[in-house]
């Protein structure tokens, strides 16, 4: 049980930091900017980035969620 447990925290640590860090890639690349926006990527994140970071949000809870009921 203690190894499905780590498989969902290693998914959803991958889930956001990975899911995050494509969608900040993306932007970069589609705006053909420099890779110095990595460190504030505020300014450069259009309508469609923020909803994808925002399913990220909800798919890392979910995943987070699952998590915790399944611990108890």
């Given amino acids: 049980m203690n190894e499905f447990l780590e498989i969902l925290d290693i998914l959803a640590i991958i889930t956001w930091l990975g899911g995050g860090n494509y969608v900040i890639y993306r932007a970069i690349k589609r705006q053909q900017l420099s890779f110095a926006y990595y460190f504030w990527p505020f300014p450069i994140l259009k309508g469609k980035d923020w909803l994808k970071i925002l399913g990220l949000l909800i798919l890392t809870f979910l995943i987070v969620i699952v998590r915790v ?4």
Wanted: no cysteine.
């Fill in 69 to 72: 009921n399944i611990s108890d």
